[in-house]
C-alpha cells in the first residue's frame, strides 16, 4: 500500500467497518516503521488490503478488508497468508474481531487461528465483545512457516 491507493483503500474501508478508520489513521499506518501494509489488486483495481504490526515475534492483524463485490474468492485468506510468510521472524499472529463478526472469525479458524480469549465490550460505541484470536507459527528448517 502506497499514498495513491488511499482513495481505493477508504472506500473499501468505509463500506466495511461501523467505524471505519479515518484518513489519518491510515496515513499514520503509511509512515510506522513496524507496519506492514499490503493490498490485493484485481487488474488495476484495489481489491482489498491488510494492514499488520511486527512487534518482535508477533504478527498483529489491525485491519483487513476486502471490496464486497470481490469477497469469498479466497483475497483476504491469501493476503494474511502472505504478510505471515513475509518476515521469518514471526513466531505467532495474534488478533481482536467482534464477537458477531461471523465471517472474518470463519476465515481467521479457516487459516488455523484458535479463539484465545475474550475483551468484553471492547468495541466502547456498541459494547461488543472482542474475541481474541491466535494462531502459532510452525517454522521449518527453513526457518518460514512451512505449515502454512
Ligand atoms: C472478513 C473479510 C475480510 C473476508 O474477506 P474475503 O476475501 O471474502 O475472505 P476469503 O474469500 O479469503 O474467505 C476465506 C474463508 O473465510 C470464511 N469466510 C469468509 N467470508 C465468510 C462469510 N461471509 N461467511 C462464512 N465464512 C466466511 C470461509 O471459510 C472462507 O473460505 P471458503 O470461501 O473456502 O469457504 C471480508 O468479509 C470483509 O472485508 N469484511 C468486512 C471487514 C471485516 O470484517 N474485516 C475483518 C476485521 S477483524
Given amino acids: 500500500m502506497v499514498f ?9 474501508e468505509q463500506v466495511s467497518f461501523v467505524q471505519p478508520w479515518t ?4 496515513v499514520q499506518e503509511l509512515i510506522k516503521s513496524y507496519a506492514v501494509l499490503r ?8 481489491a482489498g488490503y491488510v494492514i ?10 489491525a485491519n ?11 483475497i483476504a485468506e491469501r493476503l494474511i497468508l502472505t504478510v505471515l510468510a513475509e518476515d521469518p521472524r514471526i513466531r505467532w499472529a495474534g488478533l481482536e474481531v ?3 463478526n461471523a465471517a472474518a472469525r470463519a476465515m481467521y479458524r479457516k487459516l488455523g487461528f484458535e ?27 527453513s526457518g518460514n512457516n512451512d505449515t502454512l
Fill in 115 to 141: 479463539e484465545t480469549g475474550v475483551r468484553e465490550r471492547y468495541y466502547t460505541t456498541e459494547g461488543e465483545d472482542a474475541i481474541l484470536m491466535t494462531l502459532y507459527v510452525d517454522a521449518g528448517e
Fill in 23 to 26: 484518513r489519518g489513521a491510515f
Fill in 52 to 61: 499488520a504490526w511486527l512487534i518482535e515475534d508477533e504478527l498483529h492483524i
Fill in 39 to 46: 493490498v490485493a489488486e484485481i487488474g488495476s483495481r484495489i
Fill in 64 to 74: 483487513v478488508a476486502v471490496h464486497p463485490e470481490f469477497r469469498r474468492r479466497g
Fill in 98 to 100: 467482534r464477537r458477531g
Fill in 4 to 12: 495513491p491507493d488511499l482513495e481505493a483503500v477508504l472506500g473499501i
